[in-house]
């Protein structure tokens, strides 16, 4: 009896090992299945395993799903991870979801590199001109301490320039003060072309409500003075019309109105 018990012993004492290896080899495999759903995936974003956790941001990329924005905002801002972090760049600029360009904005100042590169191109993807202004700052920070001395890092800088390109149609090259001052003259030009356009949009509307104020008066209703003004007095007078005719009373000047009363202009008069 004691000697078949021996071999058995010691067939054990080398199987015993070999179960608790496969035994953490079934546990390993089972956190990092892939998730089945979106849901799933949000929920393993909260995973302490890193490798997890990018398992589940690469699903959710491919997932095409507008629920996962969020939470993959959180991980850019929060994983401890950079290869997370970086992942979590990837897919928002795959999403191309605007959501995502102020957590990627901040991303670009990210201590690694790699997580300032992938954010820069997640800007560039998604199409944002919001992005333009901190991607020409970035152009400028884009360097690290070595030994005591500022290096360039060059692959944030290409990343930068490329999403620049792709964001404004021009390539000014690596010169961050040729980048910033052909935004300064286009913001300035956009302003002033606004400030044209506001000016007209006002005169035409100031014509328009001098019309109808014409018009009322012509029609016995008191619009108050022929000055192309708003006030309550046309305004008064615009309800006593509507509702003389049978329209909704709103007081606006509104398309149906103007029809009325014969008044060519194709927009409703702003503000009213």
Do not use: C
Not at 151 to 159: L, P, Q, S
Request: charged share 30%; aromatic share 6%.
């Amino acid at each position: 009896m004691i000697e078949t018990k021996k071999p058995v012993m010691k067939w054990l004492r080398k199987v015993t090992p070999l179960l608790a290896m496969l035994t953490t080899y079934l546990i390993v495999i089972s956190a990092f299945a892939q998730p089945r759903s979106v849901e799933q995936a949000i929920d393993q974003l909260k995973s302490s395993n890193s490798q997890v956790r990018k398992e589940a941001v690469l699903y959710l990329k491919e997932a095409q799903n507008g629920q996962a924005i969020e939470p993959l905002i959180r991980v850019l801002r929060e994983d401890k991870d950079p290869v997370v972090r970086i992942a979590a760049a990837v897919a928002l600029g795959d999403l191309k979801d605007k959501r995502a360009v102020d957590a990627l904005v901040v991303a670009l100042k990210d201590e690694y590199s790699e997580v300032r590169q992938f954010s820069a191109l997640a800007l560039g993807e998604i199409g944002d001109t919001r992005a333009i202004e901190p991607l020409i700052d970035a152009l400028g920070a884009a360097e690290y301490h070595a030994g005591g001395a500022i290096v360039t890092d060059m692959a944030t800088e290409i990343r930068v320039v490329e999403a620049l390109k792709k964001l404004t149609g021009q390539d000014l090259g690596w010169d961050q003060k040729e980048w910033s001052d052909w935004w300064k003259n286009k913001e300035a030009s956009k302003k002033k072309k606004k400030g044209i356009h506001t000016i007209k949009l006002e005169l035409n509307d100031n014509t328009t409500v001098y019309q109808a104020q014409k018009k009322l008066q012509d029609l016995g209703y008191n619009p108050g003075p022929l000055d192309g003004l708003w006030g309550i007095k046309t305004e008064k007078a615009i309800k006593e019309f509507q509702r003389k005719n049978g329209l909704p009373v709103t007081g606006k000047l509104d398309k149906i109105v103007r029809k009325k009363l014969y008044i060519d202009t194709k927009k409703d008069v702003k503000g009213y």
